[in-house]
Structures are given as structure tokens and as C-alpha cells.
């Protein structure tokens, strides 16, 4: 049902909208169940001039079976809720695959930093590549990733994967995710981290591994530095130009 508003982009978010959908369903019948029986009675029993009302204590066994097969029954809906949904959080937050890349995110007030492995394919070398706001990683790759927050409780939440991790100061949270559909999705803040929450959003670009490789080979920290002096040269020359045609 979820998915029918917003894509599913990570190999769990499928498993995760069948729980809300099952969860959702579920629910919803024993709602309007009892929405339904409880306007049923309210129409059946009103109240008459040439009937006497009766004091039922609900006490014989009818009347308790009433009360009791509803409970027994909700009892195990409730039983089947949490049976699927440990074996959904483990699959998410327990059984996480090995690693074929890592991100560092870094949330603050108010804004996003994201540290990508470089060409060496290491996070935490001199190639690292550091984003404001901008996350970029290949599709049908698990990603590790470690969440962190120097000042206040943020949370990193990416709506197409499914995904909602609370940062916590003071602590290094550590989770995965696998993207499965290329595009471009929002990165949002699902915490309460002071006047500018609401403007602490990012981007997430989800990649083909030939797109990826060149976004990396762009920005490491050697093709930066080549070319900001490509470009100064650019300038200066433009300047002499000027200068000569002045």
C-alpha cells in the first residue's frame, strides 16, 4: 500500500511496507468490527417506552464468552504481530551483510556531512570525499554506515529505503543499507533538533557503478585540487586577456 505513494529503493523496504501492511489490515479489521458491532448494539437496544432496562452483571458463562473469545482472539493477532516483526528487525537491524562500501554521517545543527570512501575504496584514508549535504552511492551495493551527532539528537531518516536511525551524541550507530533503484531521493531529519529542523534535508543520489566510479574519480581530493588550479589558470588568463585588450 506505501509503496503504491513512495518507491521502494532498498532490497528491505519491500519486507518493512508488508509489515505496515499487514499490521495496517489487521488492525483496521477488528476496528470497524467493533465500530460496526458497536453501533449495532446501540440501534438493536435503544432505548424503549414499554421496556424496562436490565442490570446485567456479566456473570453466566455466555456473557463472559462474549468477552473472552474477542480477547483470545486479538491475543493471537497480537502474538502474530510480534512474531513478524522480530523477523523483520533482525533482518534490518541483526543481520547486517558484509560490507562492500561504507559511509560516515556526520548530523549537526543544522546540516548534513557525508564522508564517501575515496578511489582506494577505504573510509577513513587522505582520499576520503566529504559532502554537505549530499549523499552519493551505487546501486545493488550493501552499505555500512556509521551515524553520528556532536551536538544533539538528530535522525537520519531516507523515506524510499525505509530507513529512520536516531543519532545520539556522544555515540557511534551503526546500521546497513543495499539501494536497489537508481535516482535521486530526499534525506530528511525525523528528530526535533532545534529552530531549523525543518530545513535539514539533503539529497541521496543512488548511482550505476560506471556513473558512480566517475562521481568518485570528479571528486577525490587530487581532481578537486587539479581542478581548482585548471580553473585558476582559466581565470588568470582571462585576466591578462583583459587586461591586454584594455
Known sequence: MLEKLLPAASTYAKEIDWLFDFITYLVGFWFFLAIGVFFYLVFRYR????????????????????????????????LAILIFTFVVWHQVKIDKPPA??????????????FYHS???????????????NELHVKADTVY??????????????????????????????????????????????????????????ARIFVKSEEDHAAWIAANSPPAQSANLIAQNTENDSQAQEDNTNG
Not at 562492500?100 to 556531512?113: F, G, L, M, Y
Not at 575515496?118 to 554537505?132: E, F, N, R, Y
Request: proline share 5%.
Open 47 to 78: 432505548r424503549k417506552p414499554e421496556e424496562k432496562a436490565q442490570y446485567i452483571t456479566g456473570e453466566t458463562h455466555k456473557q463472559k464468552m462474549a468477552i473472552e473469545v474477542p480477547h483470545y482472539l486479538i491475543l493471537v493477532c497480537d
Open 118 to 132: 575515496g578511489a582506494d575504496g577505504l573510509l577513513g584514508t587522505d582520499d576520503d570525499i566529504a559532502k554537505v
Open 144 to 201: 555500512h554506515y556509521t551515524l553520528q551527532s556532536p551536538d544533539v539528537m538528530h535522525s537520519f531518516s531516507v523515506p524510499v529505503f525505509r530507513l529512520k536511525q536516531d543519532a545520539i551524541p556522544g555515540r557511534d550507530i551503526t546500521g546497513w543499507f543495499e539501494p536497489n533503484l537508481q535516482g535521486e531521493w530526499d534525506i530528511q531529519c525525523a528528530e526535533m533538533c532545534g529552530v531549523a529542523h525543518g530545513i535539514m534535508g
Open 100 to 113: 562492500e562500501d561504507e559511509v560516515r554521517i556526520v548530523a549537526q545543527q543544522w546540516a548534513w556531512t
